[in-house]
């Protein structure tokens, strides 16, 4: 079993700023991929960014690239997203994932989730 553990939401206005961390705990072995997905209201839970386990090959969706940045740390079990220059349609609860499936950006892919957390970008 893996849980993970998101947190550093919170209500920021357009063009801030905000760093999410998710921390991962139990079994992770296998399932080292981590991502980020997001759930505005009314819509279907999107892909955001995913790593691999050394942090060397990252995918972001389009409407992200240049503003986040996922990172990790795995002597901290950690995986962070920098979010910068936010916009408010980035408003959504933010998630994190594990998989074992290299890159996956596909919601299916992933196992193990996190319980959300809420950024909400105010214009």
């Known amino acids: 079993q893996v849980q993970l553990g998101e947190s550093g939401g919170g209500l920021v206005q357009a063009g801030d700023s905000l760093r999410l961390s998710c921390a991962a705990s139990?079994?992770?072995?296998?399932?080292?991929?981590m991502g980020w997905f997001r759930q505005a209201p009314g819509k279907e839970r999107e892909f955001v960014a995913v790593?691999?386990?050394?942090?060397?090959?990252?995918v972001y969706v389009d409407s992200v690239k240049g503003r986040f940045t996922i990172s990790r740390d795995n002597a901290k079990n950690t995986v962070y997203l920098q979010m910068n220059s936010l916009k408010p349609e980035d408003t959504a609860v933010y998630y994190c994932?594990?998989?074992?499936?290299?890159?996956?950006?596909?919601?299916?892919?992933?196992?193990?989730w996190g319980q959300g957390t809420q950024v909400t970008v105010s214009s």
């Open positions: 994932a594990a998989t074992g499936i290299t890159l996956a950006t596909n919601r299916h892919a992933y196992g193990y």
């Open positions: 139990g079994r992770t072995g296998s399932n080292s991929n």
């Open positions: 790593i691999t386990w050394t942090g060397g090959r990252t």
